[in-house]
Structures are given as structure tokens and as C-alpha cells.
């Protein structure tokens, strides 16, 4: 069992993937049992695409109130669209950011019988085009170039561990399966009611995710990490990368040998402006019982002892065998409106109200 801890988030260049392979696996393996994050640099996401996003991104946040609430998730039961400062919470206290969540473009195809949670997959809310001219095709491209980065990737961390390494997506994904990405602003603290503090988002693990890749748009501080002694290590942003971590659907197949690593955003300090950061989400399926994958015994070995963690893991309970729910209550315990509006009976039934 394994008694390392970190101080600091490694960086790991993809183009060594390439060219020396085993050193590549072996420094993943080591970020993905001991640290749950990772820098990655050596991505071909172009930077223009990048410096776009991060435009488009600005002119939404700056769009006036009522523009923004014509994409308003409230519209969504797939929860797509836009949040107002405060409206999610994290451990039942108010995250202060805003934010548009958006995925690949999918129908809605959910009828009357037919599972609940598969209403969480439906269409966009974009704003009109008129509106922000190339919005909504800068989002799609991004989206679609992270999805690939991530499959990349997840196909490398089950090499790491020492499964085939397609052992995770063809068992846990789908070729047309919608993924999710949002784009946030965190606004100052001097932008905040002081009395509400400066919890960005609150401590969480990434739940139901199996690989979250973030995108630091304009370089200021916030997000922390915890070690698994329970200290918040700065993950500052670095030019031309992204921050990689570990959801709790990757941790729970591969036997809890990666790490779920619990993270939080503070509000940036006053004076600076906002923070902007756009986060993809790799998810599993969520129709289908969750059975871990085989890994050695020689890599079970290192798992770690002790991991401290400031989140709670609502719903676990759920996870393995019916992904779909615990999504969705997960969804409509972070934004009360749209399940309460959408999903009553559920809420009611699990004690969530406003």
C-alpha cells in the first residue's frame, strides 16, 4: 500500500507517448495512483481555437442578464444551458461563478416508459447567432477536439494500468454518447456580497466522470487540490496545457487504484477581474452496471492507505448499479430549480429542495 504523497501537480508531455512510451505510461501511472492530476502539454488543440473559445467566452459572460437567461437551464430537463451567479451549490452552500454547459449536439429521445435519466441527453440552448456570430461552432470545435484528446488519453491511462487499452471505452462508452463541457466565470471577491464569501465551487471529486480536462482561459489563481494528507496545493495555470484529473467513474473501475482527487475554486482576489476556465467532462454510459476492470496485483499494491477528503460522495450507493439515477441526482441536488422543475417526484423522494 502506498504512503506517498504530493506537493505539487506534475506536467506530462503527450509527444513522449510517442517517442518513449514507457517512461510516458510509467509517469502516468504515477500521477494517476498518487496525485488523481496531471498537467498535460503536448495536446493538438490549436491555440487559435483556444484564444477563440476564450473570446467567445468573455462576450457571453458580458451579454446582458436578459439575453443570457434566453439559454437559461430552467428551459433544459438535460440541465444544458446557463446558470446565474449562485444558483449551484456544492455541500449545500452557493458557488459564486456563472455558468453555459453545453455538449455534442444530440436530439432529445426519451419517450413516456422509458428510463428517467435518459432525459439527461437533449439539445443545446445557443444563444442566437446574430447575437455572438461563431459561437456556437467555436464551442462544437472545442468540444470535439477535447472529446478526442480524452479518448486519447483514457485509452493511455488503461495501458497504464495494465489493461488492454480499450478495456474502458468500448465496454463503458458509446460511439454517439453525449460529453459534456461549460464554460465559467468566477468573479472577483470584490465583485461578491461579502457576506456569501468567496467559495468559487466547494471541495468535490468529479462524480460519474471518468476523466475531466480543464482549459485555465486567462491564467488567474483559484483552483486548489488537496493532498491525500489533506492540504490545498495551488494548481496554477500553465501556458499551452491542460489540468487533467480523475473522476469517480474512472477511480471506481480501475478498484480505487486511481484517485479520485478532491479539488476546489476560490474567487480570485480583488482587483483582478474574473477568472475564466472551460472544463470537458469524459463520461461512461449510463446505462449499463458498473463492473470493475481486472488490474494486477503488483499495481493494487500501491493503492493509497489514506486519501483525506473535504467532499462528500452523495448517492454512492446508486453508482455501480444504476449510473443513470445517480446522475441524475446528482444534477438535480446541484441545480435545484431545473430538477424540481423537471424532476419532483425524484427530488421529493430524495429530500431535495431549494
Not at 468566477?186 to 480543464?214: C, K, M, W
Not at 489563481?221 to 467513474?249: C, E, K, M
Not at 476546489?264 to 467532462?281: D, M, T
Request: glycine share 6%; aromatic share 8%.
Amino acid at each position: 500500500m502506498s504512503a506517498i504523497d504530493f506537493t505539487s501537480i506534475p506536467v506530462l508531455d503527450l509527444a513522449k507517448a510517442t517517442r518513449d512510451k514507457i517512461v510516458f505510461l510509467a509517469e502516468l501511472q504515477h500521477a494517476l495512483i498518487h496525485i488523481g492530476f496531471f498537467y498535460v502539454k503536448g495536446h493538438k488543440i490549436p491555440s487559435d481555437l483556444l484564444n477563440s473559445l476564450t473570446k467567445q467566452t468573455i462576450a457571453y459572460f458580458d451579454l446582458p442578464l436578459d439575453e443570457k437567461l434566453k439559454t437559461d437551464k430552467t428551459n433544459s430537463p438535460a440541465f444544458l444551458g446557463y446558470s446565474s451567479l449562485g444558483n449551484e451549490t456544492t455541500k449545500d452552500k452557493k458557488d459564486n461563478r456563472e455558468q453555459f454547459d453545453f455538449a455534442n449536439d444530440h436530439p432529445s429521445t426519451w419517450t413516456e416508459g422509458r428510463p428517467i435519466y435518459e432525459r439527461l441527453t437533449g439539445p443545446n440552448l445557443w444563444p442566437a447567432e446574430e447575437v455572438l456570430p461563431g459561437f456556437r461552432q467555436t464551442l462544437l470545435s472545442f468540444q470535439s477536439q477535447a472529446q478526442d484528446l480524452a479518448e486519447t488519453l483514457i485509452r493511455l491511462v488503461a495501458e497504464a494500468l495494465d489493461p488492454e487499452p480499450n478495456a474502458l471505452l468500448d465496454r463503458y462508452m458509446l460511439p454517439r454518447q453525449q460529453h459534456r463541457a461549460k464554460l465559467i466565470k468566477y468573479p472577483a471577491a470584490d465583485q461578491l456580497n461579502p457576506l456569501e464569501g468567496t467559495q468559487g465551487v466547494g471541495p468535490h471529486r468529479d462524480t460519474g466522470s471518468f476523466l475531466s480536462i480543464l482549459y485555465q482561459a486567462n491564467g488567474l489563481p483559484g483552483l486548489q487540490v488537496q493532498s491525500h494528507a489533506g492540504t490545498w496545493i495551488d494548481a496554477p495555470a500553465i501556458p499551452n496545457t491542460f489540468v487533467v484529473n480523475i473522476g469517480t467513474g474512472l477511480e471506481y473501475l480501475v478498484q480505487n487504484v486511481a484517485v479520485a482527487t478532491t479539488h476546489r475554486v476560490l474567487s480570485p482576489p480583488a482587483g483582478c477581474g474574473p477568472r475564466y476556465s472551460i472544463p470537458f467532462f469524459l463520461r461512461g454510459r449510463l446505462d449499463q452496471k458498473l463492473i470493475p476492470i481486472d488490474i494486477p496485483q503488483r499495481i493494487l499494491d500501491q493503492r493509497p492507505q489514506t486519501v483525506v477528503t473535504d467532499s462528500g460522495h452523495q448517492f454512492r450507493q446508486l453508482y455501480a448499479n444504476d449510473p443513470g439515477l445517480y446522475t441524475l441526482l446528482n444534477r438535480i441536488s446541484s441545480h435545484r430549480d431545473v430538477g424540481i422543475k423537471f424532476y419532483p417526484q425524484l427530488a421529493k423522494d430524495h429530500s431535495i429542495s431549494h
